[in-house]
């Protein structure tokens, strides 16, 4: 159990709609991270937040956005939903320091029809 | 670009068969290399870190080292509960935050 929460767990959607996802990072953490992990593929890099501000974004269009809270919990936004969007959107929590390990809640699966 | 490969992409092994997989990775700087592990439909869970070459770390039956181009992870005496996809990720030292790049995994099965 790593104290990292994502809700909902599964999630169907039409093809244009939009989605918001959200993470609870575990207790100490005021890093959160978001990544999109397709069928037999390893997790993608689609942002972070450190102290409600993006401090990195990976090779995702801006129709993904995210916000953090002063809590540390997180959203993931996606407008004009694809089909490709269809995937497990994975939350990860980390320490203020640079070496500390990412902690991953259980994931969202998306599924867009 | 940083680039990781996994190796093999799925192995089979009987209950007890020692193995090792392989993570292969061209970074520009790198500030840590992790292992998870991933069962079907969930989030990948945390086992090691390693920092640097001549670096190993154990926990039960794994074993994670690593050398300036790779890092294996040793499986000793398996058991069918090991049975998962095993996920390698390099971290850089700089830009992009925390970020990690991810491998593709090996799914592995024990059988009895």
């Known amino acids: 159990e790593t104290g990292v929460t994502q809700s909902p767990t599964h999630l169907i959607k039409t093809r244009g709609q939009q989605v918001t996802l959200r993470c609870s990072s575990q207790s100490g953490h005021n890093t959160v991270s978001w990544y999109q992990q397709a069928l037999g593929q390893g997790p993608q890099f689609i942002f972070q937040?450190?102290?409600?501000?993006?401090?990195g974004r990976g090779n995702f269009p801006p129709r993904f956005s995210g916000l953090q809270f002063p809590n540390y919990s997180s959203e993931l936004n996606v407008n004009a939903l694809e089909l490709d969007d269809s995937a497990l959107y994975l939350c990860?929590?980390?320490?203020?320091?640079?070496?500390?390990?990412?902690?991953f809640g259980q994931g969202t699966r998306l599924t867009v029809v | 670009e940083d680039q990781v490969t996994q190796s093999p992409e799925a192995l089979r092994l009987q209950e007890g068969e020692s193995s090792s997989l392989n993570c292969s990775y061209t970074?520009?700087?790198?500030?840590?290399l992790f292992w998870y592990r991933q069962d079907p439909g969930k989030g990948p869970e945390f086992l090691f870190t390693?920092?640097?070459a001549g670096e190993e770390k154990e926990k039960e039956r794994l074993k994670a080292t690593l050398t300036k181009k790779e890092s294996f992870l040793h499986i000793t005496a398996p058991k069918p509960e090991d049975s998962a996809t095993y996920l390698c990720a390099v971290q850089i030292l700089t830009g992009g935050g925390n970020k990690l790049t991810f491998g593709t995994g090996t799914q592995l099965k024990v059988e009895l």
């Open positions: 937040y450190y102290r409600e501000e993006e401090n």
């Open positions: 970074v520009s700087g790198l500030r840590g």
């Open positions: 390693l920092y640097s």
């Open positions: 990860a929590s980390s320490g203020p320091t640079a070496n500390t390990e990412a902690f």
